[in-house]
């Protein structure tokens, strides 16, 4: 339960309206948890141990990727689905379009809030990392920083990233000037050292960690003027390093880490272009993390004459053929597809129909991939109409 009350607690902080062409995040992904409660997902599948145990743990075996590549996962499985139940005599669940988006934008989301650090590795991090050469802590240390003691307010790992970029330029003259080897952070070594140093001050990490709001993230990301020297689109020579080719699925420390790694870099290249160093207060930095991690949230186009070839290599057109013939509505008479997200939502409505009708063909159920996904909702938004 504890797990549960620290997630709906941090999505209750996020309010996202992203920047995609079509798909946008929901306005609080606390309704996306709350979706998932309410339609007896958590029924078969548990979120950080609280749960059913008969689909896989969603925060242990991470499902994430475009809004489409989910959507495929989700929709390659309906038939495992719709027998458990059957099995377990359980309605099945209808989505509204906001409903299946707010679903999927919580799925997505639990990548990026990451995982429980270890305080023992914590301990001995602060000591293989050089922090005790300049920070004390329970009386061992040097006094060239601030004691971790005084410092309760950072000890959750975006807020702790923040106070360490803000002082950057400052500890990477100090490293240097000491001889130090600049101290990277990799995988959970920001979380495990908050987990220490909150277990050592006594700080909540459940008040102070905010995972951010990346409709802010994005507007910071200019006024703070990253966007000078990164794109998160392809803009070629515009731009020093495109976002787009990085691995940002990652959770909020982890990102965080990778931004601290390469600042000894930037702060470089800031010196040579007079650019000033970028500080960030209050929520700043989660918010901008936050950003960059939903950047693979939107999906490439597709292609319309691939996406009007699977559907008919897939079997759809035998049941949607044109001119009402088929057994399933003519899609060509349907309202325009404004976002691949009514797609998915009919389809997984749907869906028990279109099992039985595939299972009186004698067919097998159509697998899908993302690329797959992406190809027919651009052949589908392609010949519906506008009403």
Known sequence: MRCLRYITFIFYLIIPNLFAQEIKLPSNPL???????????????????FGGNKGPDLSRKYYYGSFLELASTIWNHIPQMD??????????????????????GFIYYLRYLGEPGSVSEGKKLLETKGCLNCHQIKGQ??????????????????????????????MQERIKKMGMKYPELLGKDIVNITAYLRQLTGGNAAIRMSPGNPANGKILFKEKKCINCHSPKDEKGKVEVNLKGIDLKKSVAEIASLMWNHSPLMLEY????????????????????????????????????????????????????????????????????????????????????????????????????????QDI???????????
């Open 31 to 49: 309704a996306g948890q709350i979706v998932f409660e309410e339609k007896g997902c958590i029924e078969c599948h548990a979120i950080s141990g």
């Open 83 to 104: 027998r458990k139940y059957r099995l377990l005599k359980v309605e099945r669940p209808n989505f509204t379009e906001e409903e299946m988006l707010n679903l999927i």
């Open 141 to 170: 240390g040097k006094k060239v920083g601030p004691d971790f003691k005084k410092i309760a307010e950072y000890t959750s790992p975006i807020y702790m990233v923040q106070a360490m970029w803000n002082h950057g330029p400052i």
């Open 270 to 373: 800031m010196k040579v272009k007079s650019i000033s160093w970028p500080s960030f207060t209050k929520n700043e930095m989660a918010d901008i993390i936050a950003y960059l991690y939903f950047l693979g949230f939107e999906d490439e186009p597709g292609d319309p004459l691939k996406g009007e070839n699977i559907f008919t290599q897939k079997g759809c057109i035998r049941c949607h053929e044109g001119g009402g013939k088929g057994e399933a509505p003519n899609l060509t008479v349907m309202k325009k597809f404004g976002s691949p997200i009514r797609m998915i939502q009919l389809m997984w409505n749907h869906a028990p129909k279109m099992e039985d009708l595939i299972l009186s063909q004698n067919e097998e159920w159509p697998q899908l991939t993302k690329t797959e996904m």
């Open 377 to 387: 909702y651009a052949y589908l938004k392609k010949v519906t109409i506008n009403k």
